[in-house]
């Protein structure tokens, strides 16, 4: 899997992918919202926006030092016992905006917080991991199976990237 992201990595950049992630933990909260609190939405869905979590959090592993955030991920202790599914799936969103606070912070706003990002990676590829085996991991699996064979046909042209990222949007004059 590493030779999906690095060539992601290699063709649209760290930030854009930084971005992306963000993104992607984004929709997950969204998704959380919509299938266990509004419940406007199906298991299906909230599994394909898990999915996507999962697959941006192993791009981002390849970015932040693997081996200190398999550290933090062995130093991190499971915490769904006796919690609902919904109260499960809240905290993986929670976990989801820690990331893209310090994501942004440290991209964006160029604060010195790397350790933060690093904790942040590793504690939503814990809560991911968890939410998996609670929704079903042979299905989760398919899924990202499934989703990473796309991605990997964008790298390689054979399918239309569905975000179009330009470059020139991180060039943009600032705003003051």
């Not at 016992?81 to 905290?91: E, I, R, S």
């Not at 399918?159 to 470059?167: D, N, Q, R, V």
Request: proline residues 3%; charged residues 25%; hydrophobic residues 40%.
């Amino acid at each position: 899997m590493t030779s999906i992201y690095q060539k992601a990595l290699d063709k649209w950049g760290e930030t854009s992918q930084v971005l992306i992630a963000t993104g992607e933990c984004g929709e997950l909260i969204a998704e959380t919202t919509r299938h266990y609190i509004q419940q406007k939405s199906t298991l299906d869905a909230f599994i394909s926006e898990l999915a996507d979590v999962s697959i941006v959090m192993e791009q981002m592993q390849l970015l932040f030092e693997t081996c200190r955030i398999n550290n933090e991920i062995k130093q991190t202790p499971p915490v769904f016992k006796n919690l609902t599914v919904p109260h499960c799936a809240v905290l993986t969103s929670q976990t989801c905006a820690v990331f893209i606070a310090e994501a942004v912070s440290y991209y964006i706003e160029q604060e010195e917080n790397h350790d933060a990002v690093l904790s942040a990676v590793a504690i939503v590829t814990v809560r991911v991991d968890e939410m998996k085996n609670i929704v079903g991991a042979e299905h989760f699996d398919i899924v990202k199976s499934k989703k990473l064979s796309r991605l990997e046909a964008i790298i390689d042209g054979r399918f239309e990237h569905p975000h179009k990222i330009k470059a020139s949007l991180y060039r943009q004059t600032p705003c003051s």
